[in-house]
């Protein structure tokens, strides 16, 4: 490479690492977008808006919200977009999402990526989302949602039979006892997988259609495919 095609190549790693815009990782429930985003914001910075985090949040403070998310969380259907993308736009109103952000578990319908096509377009300035889905075979997704238990203190995530705590049900880090989350069952498994076919399958093709898409293999060590994600970001961006 010449020294002047190498200058323009670290400007544009500068402009990445300063700006990397927005981000979503997509993926089937336990296909490990939770464990990494929290890999990706070491990376870049920019914070990591988790639209399960926030409807659970919700769900815990007794908000409106959260009373009408409730039972749809535990059947594992989708809350309407009307009210998650409310929930979103008051969240990207923060000032800290001015670099960019890590969207997870949003996108989930067509009608949620438009809203937010729509919404960064009339934004001055905005980089354009660019999407990567984290692949999953079925039964290692049902081993992994199964056995997840979580600490509601400080978010750390476990699996029974995968990555078990040194002590059973309690937390590594604090030694908060773990939870289950009640949507982690096969039963809501199973309606996860089913909304995530039909609804957000086609959220994949519309930016897979845009060419802002790429796909990695989620079966392997965290570090590796925060490392995959990274690299194909940073193809998308070019
Ligand atoms: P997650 O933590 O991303 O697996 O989300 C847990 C549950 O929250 C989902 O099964 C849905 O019931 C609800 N949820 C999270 N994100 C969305 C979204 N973008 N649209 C609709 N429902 C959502």
Known sequence: MSSSASAVESDREQVLTTTPGPILVLGAPGSGKGT????LIKHWGIPHISTGDLLRANRDRGTDLGKIADGLMKRGELVPDSLVNEMVAARLKEPDTARGYILDG???????????????????GSLPVVAVSIHVDYNQLLRRITG???????????NIYLNPPKKDGLCDVDGTTLVHRADDTEEAFKERMRSYGALTEPVIEHYRGLGRFAEVDGDGPIAAIAAGIVA??????Q
């Open 232 to 237: 194909a970001v940073e193809r998308l961006r």
């Open 148 to 158: 997840r238990r979580t600490c509601p203190a400080c978010g750390a995530i476990y």
């Open 36 to 39: 990494q985003a929290k890999e």
């Open 106 to 124: 949003f996108p989930r319908t067509l009608g949620q990526a438009s809203w937010l096509d729509g919404r960064l377009a009339t934004q001055k």
